[in-house]
């Protein structure tokens, strides 16, 4: 007699059942979407370098002030704070998917009264006490393993998110304290600036009154000593807004002495990092890892969402004591015991699973799309930081030749005036101009240092020192 076939569906339950295999995916990293080289990076010098990822902040930033600075703000920033308490939380929505691989055992007393069902009209009561396990759902096709794994990536994720904030925040610190200086530096220029035009201006109102130069001249002077003032009260207030905005990094008031402008210029200066391969942001990126952490999540819900096809066995079961007097509960030869399992195999939910598959599906493709993103996003970053290392530093040698000529003109300018050689508009177009290009070039040195600020933070670093641990997850079932 030829034996009958298993459906299709029943074969795969007893092959899962058996071997316990997982319903999710097969997880392999995507490939990169981006070049396999960067544009304008440096040949072979470099990579034999410390990578920038494991290069600690303390030993970047050169500044004992800004150090101090990065210290206080890695201890009181409020979007670092909110980063690690969410650690805490994916953590324990973790432990919570992993309890639900243990049955729950609990200390249950009930009681129960009802018409007697005899006819006697009497009330029938029957009282328990004892130990209960509820409902608890023997994992035969991963469908809790894979919410499990999901949480763990999901947990995963949140530490990568708070060592991307703390990158974050490292070079955030680092460039608003460099703004800060550069404003100091352009704030004193100003004033200088300031003082020479109001010398200026008292010598032409002189001459003026002498009679020695026109109405026109003695106006120039004037009108290029009210824009040294807007200039200098600009200054002021884009300080102000440095300082706000440090603080705010910050987590607290900064005391004065951290604001101060260095004593040399060299305390500005930031080492050069070596840019590596486009490969290695993969793992040294935090928030690329954390996009990826989200793909695997999103990758065990697959799991889950396969597993809600097959039956849902769950087991029921107390142990303890029942008498239909609360007087005889706990008297010789009250003990007993139940057990339920119960299997359950969905025939008709009008939809319900296949939409929460397609719906896992689509939540795949939308992590797999931001992890694509992410790494996009991170070439950019390290690309555009590149393309400055490349061309600021020629921009800040032109600009420097320039100011120095414009120096040296201004002085040969003001020379013939005083002599009586030249007119007054060659001295105010040359204060113009060189007032404007050291203006240039401060903002220019600003732009170069916070370029290598962002290419450490675009590579990677600023995460590995002084990171806060999380809590260690717990060995997996």
């Known amino acids: 007699m030829r034996k009958n076939k298993l459906s299709p569906l029943l074969a795969a339950s ?59 703000a890695l201890q009181n920033n409020r979007d670092l704070r909110v980063a690690v308490l969410s650690i805490e939380q994916a953590r324990a929505q973790y432990q919570i998917r992993r309890a639900d691989q243990l049955p729950t055992l609990n200390a249950a007393v009930a009681g129960n009264r009802q018409p007697a069902v005899d006819g006697s009209n009497g ?87 002498q009679g020695v130069t026109s109405a026109l001249d003695l106006r120039q002077a004037e009108s290029l000593t009210a824009a040294a003032r807007s200039a200098l009260a600009e200054q002021r207030r884009q300080r102000a807004l440095d300082v706000n905005a440090l603080t705010l990094l910050v987590g607290q008031p900064i005391p004065d002495a951290l604001l101060a402008p ?27 890892r954390q996009a990826e952490q989200q793909l695997i999540s999103a990758n065990a819900n697959i799991g889950a969402a396969r597993a809600a096809f097959f039956p849902r066995i769950s087991l029921t079961a ?40 397609d719906s896992a599906r689509a939540g795949r493709q939308i992590a797999l799309a931001q992890y694509e993103k992410a790494i996009q996003s991170a070439f950019r970053e390290v690309a555009d930081a590149l393309a400055g290392r490349a061309t ?34 060659d001295v105010l177009d040359a204060q113009r101009a060189l007032f404007a290009t050291q203006q240039a070039l401060a903002q220019t040195q600003l732009a170069q240092r916070q370029n290598q600020v962002a290419l450490y933070k675009a590579l990677g670093g600023g995460w590995t020192a002084d990171a806060v641990p999380a809590a260690p997850v717990p060995p997996a079932l």
């Open 123 to 209: 009330i029938a009561s029957v009282y328990t006490a004892g130990l209960a396990l509820a409902s608890w759902e023997i994992d035969f096709f991963g469908r809790v393993a894979s919410l499990k794994e999901a949480a763990l990536a999901q947990f995963l994720a949140t530490e990568e998110a708070r060592n991307a904030a703390q990158t974050s925040l490292v070079a955030s610190v680092a460039s608003t304290w460099l703004s800060l200086q550069t404003n100091n530096e352009l704030l004193a220029l100003t004033q200088r600036t300031l003082a020479t035009r109001e010398d200026s201006l008292r010598l032409n109102r002189l001459r003026f009154e």
């Open 14 to 72: 007893a092959a899962a059942l058996l071997a316990g295999c997982s319903m999710i995916p097969t997880y392999e990293r995507p490939a990169a979407p981006v070049a396999a080289q960067w544009p304008f990076a440096a040949t072979e010098t470099a990579r034999a370098a410390t990578a920038a990822a494991d290069v600690p902040w303390q030993d970047f930033v050169g500044d004992a002030r800004l150090r101090e600075l990065v210290a206080l």
């Open 392 to 425: 600021l530093g020629e921009q800040v040698l032109a600009q420097q030749a320039q100011a120095d000529a414009e120096a040296d003109r201004f002085r040969l300018a003001d020379l013939r005036y005083r002599n009586g050689v030249a007119n007054y508009l």
């Open 262 to 288: 260095p004593e040399s210029s060299a305390a500005l200066m930031l080492p050069d990092v070596p840019a590596g391969m486009p490969s290695d942001l993969l793992a040294r990126r935090p928030d690329i």
């Open 318 to 357: 107390s142990a303890g004591t029942a008498s239909g007097a609360l007087s005889g509960l706990f008297k010789s030869g009250s003990w007993g015991w139940t057990l339920a399992p119960q299997a359950v195999l969905p025939i008709f939910d009008a939809g319900r699973n296949q939409a929460g598959l």
